[in-house]
């Protein structure tokens, strides 16, 4: 049947509509995704979050753990004490993060963060928490649990700035990117992964009062916290691949970051026999143990739990000083 | 797949494209494709359970007409049974065997625990997500088939795509087959100002879901996640913000369902009708969740008798509803009592109605008056009782309403961010006042017929506002629990 006029002249005006429809459409979608692009761009190039600096270069030696390391590690000292040993072009990070319990998450992380490197240094601190998950998730559903958080969202752990650690990551408003909400006036956030608590700063002090609360509130956590978790198999399974992984890239050293005996003793109730066993794992593996966590009086934590600056800094001296006496020891036996 | 998610945002001009390329005889493959796609994108195994479902309901649909009156029942049963067994088995099964438990062991009779069973543990079952909503619709055709309202759908194409539609499949509304499988059916013909009004539809549903159900979101999770640390006013806040986020959140998955639809040319039933403008909690509930109240109504409340025979009786009836809405929303103790709490006061308002008039008329209160304090009334009410809702158990609920009383200074902010709480309290009244001029349904004349450099001057403040307000988490909508 032949169209009539009018109904040609409908269907043309009809295409021209849907055309100029589709591509106001289009240029609404650039426009959105321009104005976003933008603004994690500007984002990206300041302050992010306490993590984002961790995942911003490659490595040629880790600091791995959970918050304690985070906290407790100076890159800088390690590498400014260790120099000698470490001959490496790329810097040593501090990959502690107080979700990063072992795991085929954690581990892959690993991988991709020092992935051109070879002899490097990776000091890992441990302590029972390292090894928990909730109870009610089986061994695949830990690792669905670990692909949520933020090791498991991303796929660029090396570049900066990195934009995919933002849109995967982020969730805060962008308007951060004028006036950032998640920054503690007592954490600096150092670019090479070190998150240093400072007690005094300009505006105010953490006093001892406020870390004895800190503390109560960190133990209680504790408390609640074993309640809903247990140590699971399948983190020490990974925490063995971990070591089997990290002992062919250079040399590893396993630490127990010092934080307060009330906390340690808690630790140490749900896994007795914890200092024996990092023990025996670390003579299998031929590295060693540096268990700090009965020097405790010698350093001080804002929470019971986390060095502040100052005894990180102290503890991560002490600890390279160990090292290297072990480097050394190594190295004469060698020859 | 979320639809506040990127994924999303690729499926959906997919599935938009295909429909309209294809002619009509294909679109209800393409479309059904689509939808088991977004469920799959959710849960790969339990996808078998909406199978089973649309399988045994086409089944005994179809059967239903043409059998005599002992086999029509029998069919009526068969779906029933398979589809509550479903529902049972799957939501309910670990809740009421850990409750007998409970109830054996005060008895002082020790039944071992789930987990001591073998290997096997009720607690690991994963609840299929929009079990409920997908159960009570496709229940809901067989009845009516049973009760003579509508013929059976012969295509089982159609059929399975009435029980699976993507924009609705997860978290309502809750559509009866008379109105959906008919649209499903009909031509559609590309209509630019119905495809506008969908994606501004949609576009609000974002706005509402990733710019204030999730920033409200924060605040309550802090005060949630450890009642007994908190105080006062911030627990009060926190309360009656999650009554603001478990609103916003559900309107907001709604007007993206609704807009969704409208883009394929569907009109699905609004499920909201500005609640929080109710002036009794008879009306509030009238107006809240229309699609699941208006089920439970034709399928249980009227069936039970309503409120056509004694007083007695009609308390029980409403009794019996919202335990129903209470236990239809969760299997815990904490939705039970809600869905009693809100019986209570229903029951309440509807004994004490001529007393209450006497008073307001003794006091000679005007009835702009009377509304507000009803208003007052009702957000307190529901505040409370939204915080079973919202608690873990029971013992966190007491202990939250316990610490709520415990006012010890005029401290108002868990975040110590006064920036982000002024904004949330700037977003609920501005939405409230759109809600109160365009209704939930409405939302599209805002920005539809103005003038040019408005409408795009809008659509950049939607951008700026989007880009810069929203909390970017990705989190799933509260009813996809359901």
Known sequence: MLLTDKTHLYIFNFKMDLKKFLLKLTLLAVAFCGVYYFFVDKLSKGYVDPYYYKFTQEAGGLILGLSRANEGISPYIVESKLDSFIRQNRPIVNLGINEAHFGDVYLETIKKKIKKSDNGLFIISVSPANFTAPKRLDENQIFDFDKKLKMGKITNFTSYPNHNYIINTYGLPLYSSFHNLDQWNHRVSHKNGWNEIILKTKSDTITDNLINYWKTESIKFYTKKAESEHIAPYRYDCFIKTLKYLTTKGHVFLTRVPSDLDVVEIENSHWQTFDKDMDSIAKVFNIPYLNYSKQSNEYKTYDGSHLESESAKKFTRVLCDDIKNILIQNKNSYL | ?482
């Open chain 2, 1 to 482: 797949m979320l639809f506040n998610s990127f994924e999303f945002l690729l499926f959906f001009p997919i599935v938009i494209f295909g429909f309209y390329l294809l002619p009509h005889k294909y679109r209800w493959l393409w479309l059904l494709l689509g939808s088991y796609y977004f469920y799959l994108a959710h849960e790969l195994e339990l996808v078998i359970l909406l199978f089973i479902s649309t399988c045994v309901d086409y089944f005994c649909g179809l059967k239903i007409p043409s059998a005599s009156k002992a086999h029509k029942k029998l069919y009526l049963l068969i779906s029933i049974f398979v589809n509550l067994g479903i529902l049972f088995a799957f939501k309910y099964l670990s809740f009421f065997t850990t409750s007998l438990q409970g109830v054996f062991a005060f008895f002082g009779v020790d039944i071992p625990k789930s987990e001591n069973l073998g290997s096997y543990s009720f607690d690991q079952i994963l609840i299929p997500v929009g079990i409920s909503f997908y159960t009570f619709q496709t229940l809901s055709y067989t009845i009516d088939i049973y009760r003579g309202k509508i013929k059976p759908e012969k295509h089982f194409g159609v059929f399975a795509l009435y029980v699976s539609f993507f924009p609705q499949l997860v978290a309502g509304p809750i559509e009866r087959a008379s109105r959906l499988i008919p649209q499903l059916k009909k031509k559609v013909n590309i209509n630019i100002s119905n495809i506008k009004k969908g994606l501004i539809m949609m576009a609000w549903g974002f706005f509402l879901k990733v710019v204030i159900a999730d920033r409200i979101g924060i605040y309550v999770d802090a005060a949630f996640i450890d009642p007994e640390r908190n105080h006062g006013l911030p627990l009060y806040i926190a309360a009656l913000f999650f009554a603001g986020q478990i609103y916003y959140d559900f309107s907001a998955y709604t007007s993206i369902a609704i807009g969704a639809a409208k883009i394929m040319g569907v009109d699905l039933i609004q499920n909201f009708d500005r609640p929080f403008f109710a002036t009794t909690v008879a009306s509030f509930w009238k107006r809240w969740h229309i699609s699941l109240m208006d089920w439970l109504k034709d399928y249980l409340f009227i069936p039970l008798g309503g409120s056509k025979g004694s007083k007695l009786k009609t308390v029980r009836n409403v009794f019996i509803l919202f335990v129903a809405v209470g236990l239809w929303h969760g299997a815990n103790w904490t939705f039970i009592i809600w869905g009693a709490l809100n019986a209570v006061i229903l029951i309440l308002e509807f004994v004490t109605t001529p007393l209450r008039r006497r008073v307001f008329k003794s006091l000679r209160l005007n009835q702009q008056t009377i509304n507000l304090l009803a208003r007052i009334f009702g957000v307190n009410f529901l505040l409370i009782t939204l915080i079973f809702f919202r608690s873990a158990s029971t013992a966190d609920a007491f202990s939250y309403i316990k610490q709520m009383f415990n006012i010890t200074g005029l401290h108002v902010n868990i975040l110590n961010n006064y920036f982000e709480l002024a904004l949330c309290l700037i977003l609920i009244i501005t939405v409230q006042t759109i809600h109160y001029f365009k209704g939930n349904d409405k939302i599209y004349e805002l920005v539809t017929n103005r003038p040019k450099y408005i409408r795009y001057s809008m659509y950049t403040a939607y951008i700026f506002i989007i880009v810069l307000f929203a909390i970017n988490r990705q989190n799933t909508f509260i009813y996809f629990q359901f």
